[in-house]
Nanobody
Framework: QVQVVESGGGLVQPGGSLRLSCAAS????????MGWHRQAPGKQRELVAY???????NYADSVKGRFTISRDNDKNTVYLQMNSLKPEDTAVYYC????????????????WGQGTQVTVSS
């Protein structure tokens, strides 16, 4: 099994910054894509940003220029640096990773974290 756990959420004022982290653990052979999604109350879950194994990134239009995704392959960790936060960024942020695991047998995995709450409010 491969588990992913997010951290770093919290309450921040408009214009502030937060940095989210997500670490994977378990029988990991390699991780392909790492991504951040979010879900606001009453809305569907949406992709915020993702980064491929080669370092290519993609962002939702609503966060371009404000959010930066990065990864540390040695630590099986992905980060989301969020700057110039707005009230509309308030949501539960979820991490997703996919790749290849070695146990119980060599196979593809896609794992989601439990989510971390980000609230932007004065």
């Amino acid at each position: 099994q491969v588990q992913v756990v997010e951290s770093g959420g919290g309450l921040v004022q408009p214009g502030g910054s937060l940095r989210l982290s997500c670490a994977a653990s378990g029988s990991i052979s390699m991780i392909n894509d790492m991504g951040w999604h979010r879900q606001a109350p009453g809305k569907q879950r949406e992709l915020v940003a993702y980064i491929s194994s080669g370092g290519s990134t993609n962002y939702a239009d609503s966060v371009k220029g404000r959010f930066t995704i990065s990864r540390d392959n040695d630590k099986n960790t992905v980060y989301l640096q969020m700057n110039s936060l707005k009230p509309e960024d308030t949501a539960v942020y979820y991490c997703n990773m996919n790749g290849w695991r070695t146990r119980p047998y060599y196979s593809f995995f896609s794992s989601w974290g439990q989510g971390t709450q980000v609230t932007v409010s004065s």
